[in-house]
């Protein structure tokens, strides 16, 4: 029974460092095809999508396995539940690529002027906030997860000037509308894998501590 | 230890219900903030979140206590499980109409031209989905849960049209872009709202019949 216990635990982490990969993967794609235009990095991340979609299955199957089959306490109970929500973070931030890689593609298909931002700024965080989350996940660092957290603030502000310069154009010229309209959608996507990074973060605190530090910050701040 | 698990079971399931009230009032003042440019629903939704965010944190921590404590099976560890999925989309679904709050008082400040859209069919749509989605839970009714996943593609085609006459707008008239940006956001968050019950009624379907039914729509129509 222990064996198969500590096989499961194993196959629970093994299929969620293969799910962090895809999804990583997903994002580089998808802000690849932002920033170089390139038709066959939106299709990719496409494909993925349905790995990412059954592998988020799998992993749930295998979590209500261990907690149905092997009544797990304390640490390891603390391990499945941070993996559930893990898991679930990281599927929706595969669905903000493909919604990056869609506004990437509305980009390719309508010829449009060129607008500077400072989305690729804005990708470079969101991907870290994501990279530093699963490696504080894998390495067991609660200082390195409650460092993503702090981040957040960043991602704000620098969201709120791209908006601000993206209103002024469409503003200024009505051809560029449309893609200003696809600039923001993948902007606030980018802001929302990183709001995605931060509960992951919150989640590897908690299974480290075992305690819960969501919504402290809006607590604190408001 | 059998009466104090039933009792915990009952206080998880009552927490919830009060977690849904406070949730759908909120969809409903942000709603009305957006249709009647009300600044004091626009507050009374800033003031619900709070609630909401701490009675997230206590289901989440019912629930954990149920697991490591009672160690329950079958039926009631589905239950739990739906539980917490439940109340993360609930969560997810305040955060929403605090996006549409802050999307109204934008509006309520900015003056503007005067921009008729579907926006309240959508918003009629997104609230029924949810409140049917939470009767699904109530009543363990798989069927009306099924029913709630059938009303997506409705939501989507209604966005569509919302999204195209807003960036007709945005062309025509300069003058227009942030109250377009604005409802264009707001139109976004009640489909996310859509989205989230969606989720809470697939938990409910795994919840009565132990069937995953996540992505099979997905899988079908890609």
């Known amino acids: 029974m222990v064996r198969h216990f500590e096989a499961l635990l194993e ?5 969620l460092l293969e799910m962090s990969g895809l999804v990583q993967s997903a994002i580089r794609e998808s802000v690849r095809a932002l920033e170089a235009s390139e038709e ?3 299709q990719s991340v496409f494909k993925r999508e349905g790995a990412i979609n059954r592998l988020e299955l799998e992993i749930d199957s295998i979590s209500t396995n261990l907690l149905a089959l092997e009544q797990p306490v304390a640490s390891d109970l603390r391990f499945i539940t941070a993996a559930g929500k893990i898991n679930n973070n990281l599927e929706r931030i595969g669905d903000l690529a493909v919604n990056i890689a869609e506004r990437s593609k509305s980009l390719i298909r309508n ?7 400072d989305i690729p700024k804005l990708a470079d965080l969101a991907e ?12 067991k660092d609660a200082n390195e997860a409650r460092a993503v957290l702090l981040a957040d603030d960043a ?3 620098l969201r709120d000037s791209i908006f601000g310069g993206l209103i002024r154009q469409m503003k200024k010229n009505p051809q560029s509308v449309q893609a200003c309209v696809d600039l923001m959608f993948a ?28 919504h402290h910050q809006a607590q604190i701040s408001s």
């Open 11 to 15: 196959d629970l982490r093994s299929k």
């Open 40 to 42: 066959s990095d939106v």
């Open 111 to 117: 010829p449009h002027v060129e607008i500077r931002t």
């Open 128 to 139: 870290s906030m994501v990279g530093r989350a699963l490696e504080a996940f894998v390495k």
């Open 155 to 157: 991602i704000d502000s």
């Open 187 to 214: 902007a606030r996507s980018l802001e929302r894998i990183a709001d995605h990074a931060t509960n992951i973060a919150e989640a590897v605190v908690f299974m480290i501590e075992g305690v819960d530090v969501r």
